[in-house]
Structures are given as C-alpha cells and as structure tokens.
C-alpha cells in the first residue's frame, strides 16, 4: 500500500485547509485508516482516526474543530481542520493499517501563524 498526503500549508490563526492521503496498491487490505501528527521535538500522536464502517475517533484537543473522513470510490481519505491553532503546527502524516501491518504516508507540513 502507498499512501500520498498533501494539503498542507501556511495559515493564519483561525484558518482551515484540508488535508488529502490517496492511497493505492492492495488497498483492500486496509481496515483502518488515520491522521498523525509530529511537532519538533514531540512524539507523534494520533490526530484522529477511521475504519471501514465510518466510526471515527479524535484526539481531545482537535474535536469539534477536525473532521477525518474517506471517499472509498477515490481511494482517498480526508482531514478537514478548521480554527486552526498555532499549537496544530506539524507535519501531518496519513496512515493505514492491514490485519498485521501499518503503512505510513511521507507527510505534508502544517504551520499556523499566530
């Protein structure tokens, strides 16, 4: 499986961009699918998440603001995030997970100016 994210970019302080993962290969082995973020000198944490069935988890501090969400018919899945926040500042990386393996995406850079 091969994941592409972009999206990113440079925003103000209460800005939005939506961020898109196209995925391709034996995509049919993907359950999961998910949204992580690293800032410098920060672990990688989990942004918000979704499975086949469309149930979808969020970290607290992004609920209410960010939305994941797939289009199986593209093969792609989505973050919106809205009221950004200079603490969203990171590179944001698309992942999938198969029944033994987790694929990751290259990343894609978000900056929120504050």
């Known amino acids: 499986v091969q994941l592409q994210a972009s999206g990113g970019g440079l925003v103000q302080t209460g800005g939005s961009l939506r961020l898109s993962c196209a995925a391709s290969g034996s995509i049919f082995s993907i359950s999961a699918m998910a949204w992580y973020r690293q800032a410098p000198g920060n672990q990688r944490e989990l942004v918000a998440a979704i499975t086949t069935g469309g149930s979808t988890n969020y970290a607290v501090s992004v609920k209410g603001r960010f939305t994941i969400s797939r289009d199986n018919t593209k093969n792609t899945l989505y973050l919106q995030t809205n009221t950004l926040k200079p603490e969203d500042t990171a590179v944001y990386y698309c992942?999938?997970?198969?029944?033994?393996?987790?694929?990751w995406g290259q990343g894609t850079q978000v900056t929120v100016s504050s």
């Open positions: 992942a999938a997970f198969g029944a033994t393996t987790a694929y």
